[in-house]
């Protein structure tokens, strides 16, 4: 499956901005059997400087700074990603979700190491018996890892009303966890301090969801916006993705933009600007499929591309 993905933020501040410093994290990852083919970056005023690097979780920042006065900024991601299908794989079985939490600090393998970082705290989530008890309904003893992962997944899932109205990007998880409501990234959020509660190591990954379900499936919560899901490690098998807020596991809907510790790793678009005091944020996501692209981006068979997908230079 091949998706064209369009990802619009706009800032209009209330006074002008002379000088705006920004990172975003726009570009999709690429893995087996999830590829982005092409991602191009579009930004309005055009930045004075722009520089690109991939940071330590392995995920592509741009940097840019406008340095001229703005009382509007819009950034505006656009990019191909191909997922094979069969991407997203589970164990049919997996040991004991205790043999799992203890057998990761002596695991001295690239993967493991690498996995056993995701254990600890981080600046959004903090580990607590609160957590840690919510976790052990879906964690009994010697039970199978990946089935207390979607039953706790499922109860996440069955116990938060989705109400976007009801936190903002700040709001902490202890706050969510009492009021029961939240969004995508609350609810994330909260399943990984529960994990990291029991000792397990969990990422925070940000993507999307197609815009328009198949034929006979229900639209997923998240789509047409950036969305938010889990990814727990598992000794022989890898990360292991789920998706609280919809109760699923992520496949071949689901694209993945980045992940690291929480959101504050992966924010889509974040920095520091000299003036504008109040601002309207607004930000619109479409993900649609298209037909299998040829090498220069055309449609199989013309030479046309994907209406209203135009690879041109423009400002940006």
Same mark, same amino acid.
């Given at each position: 499956?091949?998706?064209?993905?369009?990802? !619009?933020?706009?800032?209009?501040?209330?006074?002008?901005?002379?000088?705006?410093?920004?990172?975003?994290?726009?570009?999709? !990852?690429?893995?087996?059997?999830?590829?982005?083919?092409?991602?191009?970056?579009?930004?309005?005023?055009?930045?004075?400087? !722009?520089?690109?690097?991939?940071?330590?979780?392995?995920? #592509?920042?741009?940097?840019?700074?406008? #340095?001229?006065?703005?009382?509007?900024?819009?950034?505006?991601?656009?990019?191909?990603?191909?997922?094979?299908?069969?991407?997203?794989?589970?164990?049919?079985?997996?040991?004991?979700?205790?043999?799992?939490?203890?057998?990761?600090?002596?695991?001295?393998?690239?993967?493991?190491?690498?996995?056993?970082?995701?254990?600890?705290?981080?600046?959004?989530?903090?580990?607590?018996?609160?957590?840690?008890?919510?976790?052990?309904?879906?964690?009994? =003893?010697?039970?199978?890892?990946?089935?207390?992962?979607?039953?706790?997944?499922?109860? *996440?899932?069955?116990?938060?009303?989705?109400?976007?109205?009801?936190?903002?990007?700040?709001?902490?998880?202890?706050?969510?966890?009492?009021?029961?409501?939240?969004?995508?990234?609350?609810?994330?959020?909260?399943?990984?301090?529960?994990?990291?509660?029991?000792?397990?190591?969990?990422?925070?990954?940000?993507?999307?969801? !197609?815009?328009?379900?198949?034929?006979?499936?229900?639209?997923?919560?998240?789509?047409?916006?950036?969305?938010? %899901?889990?990814?727990?490690?598992?000794?022989?098998?890898? %990360?292991?993705?789920?998706?609280?807020?919809?109760?699923? *596991?992520?496949?071949?809907?689901?694209?993945?933009?980045? %992940?690291?510790?929480?959101?504050?790793?992966?924010? =889509?678009?974040?920095?520091?600007?000299?003036?504008?005091?109040?601002?309207?944020?607004?930000?619109?996501?479409?993900?649609?499929?298209?037909?299998?692209?040829?090498?220069?981006?055309?449609?199989?068979?013309?030479?046309?591309?994907?209406?209203?997908?135009?690879?041109?230079?423009?400002?940006?």
């Amino acid at each position: 499956m091949v998706y064209r993905i369009v990802h !619009r933020t706009t800032y209009k501040y209330m006074y002008p901005v002379s000088v705006g410093n920004h990172v975003a994290c726009l570009t999709p !990852r690429s893995f087996p059997d999830h590829v982005c083919e092409r991602n191009k970056l579009f930004i309005t005023p055009r930045p004075a400087t !722009r520089t690109d690097r991939v940071d330590y979780f392995g995920n #592509q920042l741009t940097f840019f700074t406008i #340095q001229e006065p703005h009382k509007k900024l819009v950034v505006e991601a656009r990019s191909f990603v191909t997922i094979h299908e069969n991407a997203k794989r589970w164990p049919g079985q997996s040991p004991p979700w205790e043999k799992v939490a203890k057998f990761l600090p002596h695991d001295h393998s690239a993967a493991g190491l690498e996995a056993y970082q995701f254990v600890f705290e981080s600046p959004r989530i903090r580990a607590s018996e609160e957590f840690a008890s919510y976790a052990r309904r879906s964690f009994t =003893p010697g039970r199978a890892f990946a089935e207390a992962l979607l039953d706790l997944t499922t109860r *996440i899932y069955k116990d938060f009303k989705f109400d976007s109205k009801a936190t903002n990007v700040r709001t902490p998880t202890e706050e969510v966890f009492r009021t029961r409501r939240g969004v995508c990234q609350d609810f994330a959020h909260l399943q990984i301090a529960c994990l990291r509660s029991l000792s397990i190591a969990a990422r925070y990954v940000s993507g999307y969801l !197609r815009t328009y379900p198949p034929p006979g499936k229900p639209r997923l919560v998240g789509a047409d916006a950036s969305h938010a %899901w889990v990814s727990a490690y598992c000794p022989d098998w890898g %990360w292991l993705d789920m998706d609280p807020t919809n109760d699923v *596991i992520p496949s071949e809907g689901h694209v993945t933009l980045a %992940w690291g510790r929480d959101y504050v790793d992966v924010s =889509p678009l974040r920095g520091l600007i000299l003036g504008g005091h109040e601002h309207r944020l607004k930000v619109g996501v479409d993900m649609k499929p298209v037909e299998v692209l040829e090498t220069n981006g055309a449609l199989p068979g013309t030479s046309e591309r994907p209406k209203g997908f135009n690879f041109l230079p423009t400002a940006g």
